[in-house]
Nanobody
Framework: QAQLVESGGGLVQAGGSLRLSCTAS????????MAWYRQAPGKQREFVAQ???????NYADSVMGRFTISRDDALNSACLQMNSLKPEDTALFYC????????WGQGTQVTVSS
């Protein structure tokens, strides 16, 4: 059974950094595109970043230049390095694995104080 577990969220001041991790089990990880989404209170879930099985990356305009997505297929993990955090980055961050099926983690909370 597929399972994605996020970690690394927390409370940080504006301008600070956090590194989110997503560890997968039950899937052939290297074949999946890995992505991060976020959902702020009262808003829809939105795309943040993704990395393909070949290492190609895409980012939302709002995080371009501040966030970096990476993957380690040997560890079945994907990470999101978040720098220069802003209060508007406050959200529940979800990891997603996409191939023929889409799997989601439970989310990790990121709170950025001003």
């Amino acid at each position: 059974q597929a399972q994605l577990v996020e970690s690394g969220g927390g409370l940080v001041q504006a301008g600070g950094s956090l590194r989110l991790s997503c560890t997968a089990s039950g899937i052939a990880f290297s074949f999946y595109t890995m992505a991060w989404y976020r959902q702020a209170p009262g808003k829809q879930r939105e795309f943040v970043a993704q990395i393909s099985r070949g290492g190609n990356t895409n980012y939302a305009d709002s995080v371009m230049g501040r966030f970096t997505i990476s993957r380690d297929d040997a560890l079945n993990s994907a990470c999101l390095q978040m720098n220069s955090l802003k209060p508007e980055d406050t959200a529940l961050f979800y990891c997603s694995a996409v191939r023929l099926s889409v799997y989601w983690g439970q989310g990790t909370q990121v709170t950025v104080s001003s």
